[in-house]
């Protein structure tokens, strides 16, 4: 068995001339959860797509499960389990009939199909409405159902893409407890986000995309710790006063940005940044843990992504 | 270009696409029939009875006699082109069903191959539902009937695929209402079913025979009456050869549209 269950190298994606993936290596280790972070037409819906096999792939190599995607892609979908960005259950059948026709498009017999149905339902809290319309279901409940089917074939490795957008809270930490269960039992994930909090809490690992390529790699501790500093200090600044607060840090060791009229302060000792600042503290400021998303806007930039 | 020669990668597993739209369909079939036999129940009394009066009859047929089997194909090609219309564009595009399929063992050009047996058993049994109610009305007496269950699973196959090849192109519902009435409509209309096409110039029938429906009321025609002509063989032919052309295409440009 390979140690590594996803291994892109030079992974290409063009669409009619437009490079959406310019060429990114990565790999996915057994067990692990594995980010995709990006603003919008970075990339990784196309590279999750070609890791379903929905996309064709344009140049590099990519294997899964130790096999080559191409010309293997009934073999490698026969343990995968995907959950798109949009649900895709089946209106026309209810809850029980959406996993047992999907179990037969694995060739799991029907009793088997019913067994397994009924245990992951009980397991996603679904059992009672086994019965149900999907169109009855709430969007909590749908993407429960989602993450249902895409176990069904007891799958070794689960694509999610985007796997709580548009949920309450109460129903994506019902969905991360639900995920962190399956990493404990030995599946290996891949998924794609725009919450931070979602990809700190379950990726051990992650890439930060942006115009179809990884500007980073690494857990999300490292990424916080090498591109965000450990801490940040947030410091509103009259227009163009930055240069004087600068000034007082001269001679430390710090990054700095300007958003409107905060002045975004990281380094690895805040308190010592607020040492040098006391003069300009008095309107107030905030000084907290740095995070993911400092480390997204700092490697993505600000701007808006339409 | 070249993918389009490439042979369709069709296995057994179509058969499971045809069992998902069975299952769905099993929970209002009862609703289903009762449209699919109403419509041309109608068009044989209204034109039948109604008309049949004042025209004795053609060929020495009586008139509701010469339009029964031409009707009973007529509604499997309704059908088989409603399914793999309206049927299809809403499983692929609308619930995306296609998108869930495909990532599982089952490959895209297996989920067209099995919406194109589903939409070919639509018709199917919209035509054999029809023949009990002729035999009521003692239109259908040939004893060649017990062949007209291959006829229809043909030429419902064939309007499955030609209707599935539109899907393939379809932005929307709307731009179906082009093939229903400049293609489906028109086919209805001058196939032979309502009156002997050599009634008209003879540059209609050569038109005619370019397009599909003709041939399955030719067929139809010979097997009800058991009057056998002499390119029966080059009919059936025609629907065989035009059956596997439309299906190739149907499945290569459905793959086209769902994998980029």
Known sequence: MPENIIEAKGLRKEYSGYPAVKGIDFSVERAECFGFLGPNGAGKTTTMNMLQGYVTITGGTLRIFGMELRGNERKIKARMGVVPQENNLDPDLSVMENLRVYARYFDIPKAEAMRRAASLLEMMSLLDKKNEKITRLSGGMKRRLMLARALINDSDLIMLDEPTTGLDPQARHLIWQKLKEQKRQGRTMALTTHYMDEAAHLCDRLVVMDQGRILALGSPQELVDKYARGSVVELPVPRGGESEVLNALAGADYDYEISGDTLFINSADGDSVIARLARFTKGGFVHRPATLEDVFLKLTGRELRE | ?260
């Open chain 2, 1 to 260: 270009m070249r993918d389009f020669f490439r042979p369709p990668q069709v296995g057994r597993r179509a058969f499971k696409v045809w069992q998902r739209n069975r299952d769905a369909w099993l929970k209002f079939y009862k609703a289903s029939l009762v449209g699919n036999l109403a419509e041309p129940i109608l068009f044989l009394l209204a034109f039948g009875l109604g008309l049949g009066r004042f025209i004795r009859n053609v060929g020495g047929v009586p008139y509701i006699k010469f339009i029964a089997p031409g009707l009973v194909v007529s509604a499997a090609m309704n059908a088989a082109s409603f399914e793999c219309t309206f049927g299809s564009f809403t499983r692929m595009s609308t619930q995306k069903s296609y998108d869930a399929i495909i990532v599982t063992p089952v490959n895209i050009d297996e989920v067209a191959a099995g919406d194109i047996l589903w939409g070919a058993t639509k018709g199917f049994i919209s035509a054999v539902i029809m023949l009990p109610v002729l035999a009521a009305f003692g239109l259908m007496d040939s004893p060649w009937l017990v062949l007209s269950p291959i006829l229809y699973l043909l030429m419902s196959l064939m309007f499955a695929s030609m209707a599935l090849i539109v899907t393939a192109f379809v932005p929307s519902y709307d731009y179906y209402a082009y093939y229903f009435s400049l293609v489906i409509s028109p086919m209805f209309f001058f196939s032979g079913i309502f009156f002997p096409l050599s009634t008209l110039p003879p540059w209609v029938m050569k038109i005619a025979w370019f397009t599909p429906l003709i041939h399955a009321v030719n067929v139809s025609r010979a097997l009800a009456t058991g009057h056998f002509y002499g390119g029966l063989a080059v009919d059936t032919l025609w629907m065989v050869v035009f059956t596997l052309i439309c299906s190739w295409t149907a499945i290569k440009f459905i793959r086209r549209r769902l994998i980029k």
